[in-house]
């Protein structure tokens, strides 16, 4: 199986431009979240949604925003990019929420220039 | 909020030699997770711990999961050079009402052949 896809691999993206950051994941796990990794600091969590239909701020969610139509699919858009938002994005998806494992995708490298 | 320190922050360690690496929370946990980041690559968990004083094993890594529920800390044995990575701590709460993990900052580990 896939498990968790994410697309694009990266992208430089120019500062006020919108993007969306894909993300897919083939085990019918209820809870997605997106991360950013940056140097320093570790992995901080954007947004998260629980089930489907449902999503919640994390600890850094300011300029970024997420849909969850469907189990499978948990998108990350960048309104209006900026280049503090320069980062390694992270999707992970969990059965049973935060006390089952979660399970990480390959990461885009985002650039905002 | 809850904060984790991780250490050591690096390593560099001679193939063969133990490395020990722990994590430190200011809050309780009822779950510790250990995850392993290779170069361009997600988190790939590595061993979940989910009662106080558990010890936990898989393969050459053995982790524990303090008395207190403050603390966690991973052994890696007989190291070689695959183990060359980044290594994440992380906790939940399930008191706290939410699927959210809390992640260290990253042990970063080198192995000199």
């Known amino acids: 199986t896939a498990g968790i896809t994410q697309a694009p691999t990266s992208q430089i993206l120019a500062a006020g431009r919108s993007m969306t950051l894909r993300c897919t994941q083939d085990m019918r796990h209820n809870a997605m979240y997106w991360y950013r990794q940056d140097l320093g600091l570790g992995l901080r969590l954007i947004h998260y949604?629980?089930?489907?239909?449902?999503?919640g701020k994390g600890e850094v969610p300011d300029g970024y925003s997420v849909s969850r139509a469907n189990t499978d699919d948990f998108p990350l858009t960048l309104a209006s990019a900026v280049p503090s938002q320069t980062s390694v994005y992270f999707c992970?998806?969990?059965?049973?929420?935060?006390?089952?494992?979660?399970?990480f995708g390959p990461g885009t490298r985002l650039t905002v220039l | 909020g809850q904060q984790l320190n991780q250490s050591p922050q690096s390593m560099f360690i001679q193939e063969g030699e133990d490395v020990s690496m722990n994590c430190t929370s200011s809050?309780?946990?009822?779950?510790w997770l250990w995850y392993k980041q290779e170069p361009g690559e997600g988190p790939v968990l590595l061993i979940a711990l989910y009662k106080a004083g558990e010890l936990t094993s898989n393969g050459r890594l053995t982790a524990q999961f303090g008395i207190t529920r403050k603390d966690s800390f991973l052994n890696i044995s007989a190291s070689i050079p695959s183990d060359v990575g980044i290594y994440f701590c992380?906790?939940?709460?399930?008191?706290?009402?939410?699927?959210?993990?809390?992640f260290g900052k990253g042990t970063k580990l080198s192995v000199i052949p």
């Open positions: 992970a998806s969990s059965s049973q929420g935060s006390t089952d494992t979660q399970y």
């Open positions: 949604s629980n089930t489907a239909g449902t999503t």
């Open positions: 992380a906790g939940h709460d399930s008191g706290a009402g939410s699927y959210q993990l809390t």
């Open positions: 809050s309780i946990f009822n779950t």
